[in-house]
T-cell receptor, first 114, second 112 residues
Framework: EAGVVQSPRYKIIEKKQPVAFWCNPISGHNTLYWYRQNLGQGPELLIRYENEEAVDDSQLPKDRFSAERLKGVDSTLKIQPAELGDSAVYLC????????????FGPGTRLTVL | DQQVKQNSPSLSVQEGRISILNCDYT??????FLWYKKYPAEGPTFLISISSIKDKNEDGRFTVFLNKSAKHLSLHIVPSQPGDSAVYFCAASNFGNEKLTFGTGTRLTIIP
């Protein structure tokens, strides 16, 4: 069974540029999460989807971040414009249920903003 | 406000010995705790969990202990193996809220 797929794996951009990350969850997983992991920190939830509905986006900086999960399958996270402080690893996870401990994480996208 | 704390950024243990990783939390509403393991360039993978109604949970070489009064949990790995070298994250949630709050991680190095 294929795991959570994320692309790109690495991205380097200059500040004020836009950037987008893509995630394809495990087939059949209705719940999808986007996390941000800063250097030396644990992952922090940005947004959680149940199918195509964003059920928790309280930690998403909505002035520059946006996300979508059309058709309830794959998802895109966008930053526009990027700032230096956005440099981090962006992790996508999916789960068949909403229970803790059932999340499967992708390898992440490492973003560097210069 | 760091609600889940892992005060040891790193730990080195001889192969075959016991590894003990510690985690403290401040939010008394947390009632479910998890440990994740992360290798470089990979996402975290679920390792073991414990509910607040228990004080111990075992899975093979891995045991998690929970001390609710002290708001402290620990992960014991015995015997430690070279493949256990990774970063370990403690995480917590409360019933009815699936959001996980992660600690900052402990890098475990197993010395052959």
């Amino acid at each position: 069974e294929a795991g959570v797929v994320q692309s790109p794996r690495y991205k380097i951009i200059e500040k004020k540029q836009p950037v987008a990350f893509w995630c394809n969850p495990i087939s059949g997983h209705n719940t999808l999460y986007w996390y941000r992991q800063n250097l030396g920190q644990g992952p922090e939830l940005l947004i959680r989807y149940e199918n195509e509905e964003a059920v928790d986006d309280s930690q998403l900086p909505k002035d520059r971040f946006s996300a979508e999960r059309l058709k309830g399958v794959d998802s895109t996270l966008k930053i526009q414009p990027a700032e230096l402080g956005d440099s981090a690893v962006y992790l996508c996870a999916s789960s068949p249920t909403s229970r803790p401990g059932t999340q499967f994480f992708g390898p992440g996208t490492r973003l560097t903003v210069l | 406000d760091q609600q889940v704390k892992q005060n040891s950024p790193s730990l080195s243990v001889q192969e075959g010995r016991i590894s003990i990783l510690n985690c403290d939390y401040t939010n008394s509403m947390f009632d479910y705790f998890l440990w994740y393991k992360k290798y470089p360039a990979e996402g975290p993978t679920f390792l073991i969990s414990i509910s607040s109604i228990k004080d111990k949970n075992e899975d093979g070489r891995f045991t998690v202990f929970l001390n609710k009064s002290a708001k402290h949990l620990s992960l014991h790995i015995v015997p430690s193996q070279p493949g256990d070298s990774a970063v370990y994250f403690c995480a917590a949630s409360n019933f009815g809220n699936e959001k996980l709050t992660f600690g900052t991680g402990t890098r475990l190095t197993i010395i052959p």
